[in-house]
Each structure stands twice: as structure tokens, then as C-alpha cells.
């Protein structure tokens, strides 16, 4: 099975904590033989994914919208992106350069291409920017690419 994630960055320390363990409890319902998670890796719901797909023993790849997509997440999260990427087992890239919305939204595209289902971290609101989970989300759904919500009742980013 393979399981694409996007979702909300920036979330508050307990939304995160109420989020991991709802990623944790999704992840756990896939064999690991033959889960395969698929994720860009940002800071938060991306790279929780991540992390929880290979310590339930599935594969996990990733997709990189640019070029310069790294140096345009957070710096304390380059660590997590440098040892995630480097247990991956495939890397897809969109070809582009500069980590824009644009990029974000090829690299999402691209990512719903790969997988049978995608996990949304969304709250369900509309995106602040392009390439929000939001459209993330509305592309998956043109695509016939079911949707499972992840969302803690009564949490707000």
C-alpha cells in the first residue's frame, strides 16, 4: 500500500503531540511488509509520517519539489530532512529549482501520482497560500485518490 501525507505546519506543541499519536494509530492499521509512506518531509506532519512509516518497519520515499526546497525549511529541522532522505528508498524531484508554491504544489501533485491514499493533516479550512494542504487535498480528490482526514477534535492551528 502506498500512503502519501500532507498536512498543516506549524502546529502548537500539544496539537502536534494530539497529531503524532493520530499518525501513529493510522500508520499501525498497514502491514509493514508492504506499506510504503511517500512524503516531501517538511517540519511536522510530513516528517512525523516519515519517521512513524520506518519504525513500523515500512519503506518510505520522498519527493523533493526543488532544488533549494531544504534550504527554505526551518533550520533547526535540516538534521530530521538530511537523515530522513538519506533512508529513503527512492527520491522523486519535480525538476524545478526554486522552492516556491508552484514547486510545493508540483512536488504534491507529483506525490498524489505515487500513492493509492493520501493522509491529511487539514482542520478542513481553505489554504492560506497555494499549495496549502487544502489544494493538496482538492487535487488528490479530482484524481479518484481517497482521502483519510486526520484532524484532533476541537484543535486549531
Known sequence: ???GITGHRGLSTQVEEQVRALLTDRVKEYDPAELVGVSCIADGPDSWFAQTVLQHGGRLEVVVP???YRQGLPDWHHPVYDRLISRAAD???TGMT???SEAHQAGSEILVGLVEELIAV???KPARGYGGTAD???YAERNGVPVRVVW???ASR
Do not use: F, K, L, Q
Open 1 to 3: 500500500m502506498r500512503v
Open 66 to 68: 526543488a532544488a533549494e
Open 91 to 93: 527520491v522523486h524531484h
Open 98 to 100: 526554486e522552492s516556491t
Open 122 to 124: 487539514w482542520d478542513g
Open 136 to 138: 493538496v487535498v482538492a
Open 152 to 154: 484532533p477534535e476541537g
